[in-house]
């Protein structure tokens, strides 16, 4: 049985992680389940425990964009957008690295990142200091949890830990902007518009 921890004992869900185990955890949009990146049994078992299909890539969280340049190649325009969206709903595509595991993106050559604007999220990624594969904490195919309660119901058994913050908001997901194409492309609209993305750097082509 999965065990439920207040956000006191974050370190247990950090030294889950550490050591390889999935833990749950709210973000400001639903509840996340999430595994080590660059861990790929970790990732691996990330797939199994939400029954996902492999081909699915995972999207990756950091708590700073110092971290990106281990696991992905800056663009033009990344810094001007980092700077200016995150924290936030903003997920934006980058050339990966060697050093992030294939699993990850499902064999492609890019990856989706963000820097989540929930506090407990923060400081959990915070104090992992590493990239963190994160997706919905659900079943493949099942709503996405906003509680601890309801992540448990679908994922008790196939998690280290969840880290009950309370119901999560909810909304509408990330607005998704791709890099690495010629021009740029939002593959998602969101709550970021094109227009605040052009305002922070003009990017042709858009949207």
């Known amino acids: 049985m999965t065990s439920c921890i207040s956000p006191d004992d974050l370190h247990l869900a950090v030294q889950a ?29 990330l797939y199994q425990a939400k029954s996902r299909p492999d081909h699915l890539a995972l999207p990756v969280m950091v708590a700073s964009s110092d971290l990106i340049p281990t696991i992905a190649r800056p663009r033009p325009g990344f810094w001007a957008l980092a700077e200016r969206f995150w924290p936030g709903p903003l997920t934006i595509i980058l050339p990966k690295t060697p050093a992030l595991p294939d699993i990850v993106t499902a064999g492609g050559d890019t990856v989706g990142l963000r820097i989540p604007d929930h506090p407990l999220a923060l400081e ?43 119901p999560a908001p909810g909304g509408q997901p990330s607005t998704v902007i791709d890099l690495t194409t010629e ?25």
């Open 17 to 45: 992680l550490l050591g390889g185990r999935l833990v749950v955890f709210p973000t400001e949009t639903v509840y996340g389940v999430a595994a080590l990146a660059q861990n790929e049994a970790a990732v691996r078992s």
């Open 124 to 166: 959990l990624l915070r104090l992992v200091a590493a990239p963190l594969a994160v997706t919905s904490a659900n079943r493949s195919g099942q709503p996405p949890a906003r509680s601890a309660t309801e992540a448990r119901t679908q994922l008790d058994g196939r998690v280290s830990l969840i880290v009950d913050g309370g």
């Open 183 to 207: 021009p740029p492309r939002i593959l998602r609209p969101g709550p970021i518009t094109a227009a605040a993305i052009g305002d922070a750097f003009p990017l042709p082509g858009l949207p």
